[in-house]
């Protein structure tokens, strides 16, 4: 089993990691850095708890860190794990900017180490719905991709997130996992607009954003606003030969936090209500949510280590994933449509 060490214990930590992992035989969760240490001994017996990431890297005795502190520190954490030779995952965003990213690809590469972004948004079970559809044609050529994000949270938080500083704001949060989707698909665009705003009383960092990336004979819309408190609508991919449109959210995320573990069997099942429909000129068809699968992230995790497989989220494409998310909140800056360098 590989020994794993997890620095924080915020929502990412208990909703998605650590589940995860335990869910797993490849993995043994054995130490923690967190300053809540007597509900984390409570909750997980056994658990050795560090006050400090420094020390859980320095002394935990692990071959794997998983980083999900606050993302201004990211960077440092990460580095100093690779310099310690220990591989790494860290919650997206991976770093607060693209230098930073290129550095620590190639620390990790010099080190023959394994570093990983958690963009666990790719095992949705609707975006590989959507994935499917492109890949068999059945909307045919794409001409517009839009992928929205959208939430009801009117008012401010006190959170790290909220607070001003590098990587905050839901650009950088959400906005990372809708622009590693679209690259994923499409490659990186030519150029984008962007418009990433404080639209809430007393924001201090971005709480919407509507990011256009321009292709050749494609546009993709990337939207998230905190003033929505209708139903979502995921996904619309409008192509040559159809239309498909989804709304909802992914349920795994829900999942997890109810306690249902990638172990049961309806985990990652949607409900029907919220499958999607592919239209065309002839027809109207329901197309059933592929099941959502998380748990392939830190299998493809393991067997990278263990095995030299493949990494499930390779770091060279994190890079532009960070690119795109800066040079968008430069547009909105100056307002205006730049280019891809």
């Known amino acids: 089993m590989i020994k794993v060490g997890v620095v924080g214990y915020g929502y ?22 967190s300053s809540q240490k007597s509900l984390i001994e409570q909750t997980f017996p056994g658990v050795t708890v560090f006050e400090s990431a420094y020390d859980l890297i320095t002394h935990g005795d692990i071959e794997l860190a998983i980083i999900t502190a606050p993302n201004d520190v990211h960077y440092a954490l990460a580095k100093c794990c690779l310099e310690n030779g220990i591989h790494v995952v860290v919650e997206k965003p991976m770093v607060t900017t693209s230098i930073e990213a290129e550095a620590l690809v190639e620390l990790a590469k010099s080190r023959s180490l394994l570093l990983s972004v958690f963009h666990n948004r790719r095992w949705d079970g609707d ?7 492109l890949a068999n044609e059945q909307v045919g050529d794409v001409r517009l991709f839009e992928s929205r994000y959208d939430r009801f949270r009117p008012t401010v938080r006190q959170r790290w997130r909220e607070q001003p500083g590098p990587g905050a704001g839901i650009w950088f949060d959400l906005g990372a996992h809708l622009v590693d989707q679209a690259i994923s698909l ?15 009383e007393g924001a201090k960092t971005t709480d919407y ?14 939207h998230g606003s905190s003033f929505s408190a209708a139903p979502n609508q995921r996904f619309r991919v409008e192509g040559t030969k159809g239309s498909f449109v989804k ?36 027809s109207t068809e329901v197309i059933s949510t592929k099941v959502g699968c998380y748990q392939r992230y830190y299998t493809g995790i393991a067997n990278a280590i263990r095995v030299g497989g493949d990494n499930p989220v390779h770091p060279e494409g994190v890079v532009n994933v960070l690119k795109i998310l800066e040079l968008a909140e430069k547009s909105s800056l100056i307002g205006k449509t730049l280019k891809l360098e």
Do not use: M, W
């Open 127 to 133: 975006f590989l719905t959507v994935k499917s559809l």
């Open 209 to 222: 954003f509507h990011v256009l990336l321009h292709y050749k004979n494609l546009e993709v819309v990337l």
């Open 186 to 200: 499409f490659g990186l665009p030519n150029a984008l607009t962007a418009r990433c705003l404080c639209l809430r």
């Open 12 to 33: 990412s930590a208990k909703t998605f990691h650590i589940p995860l992992i335990q869910s797993s035989d490849l993995f043994e969760f054995s130490v923690i850095s």
């Open 247 to 282: 709304s909802g959210f992914d349920p795994q995320e829900a999942q997890l936090k109810n306690g249902l573990r990638p172990t049961d069997s309806n985990y990652g099942v949607e409900s029907p209500e919220q499958f999607g429909c592919l239209y065309t000129e002839e």
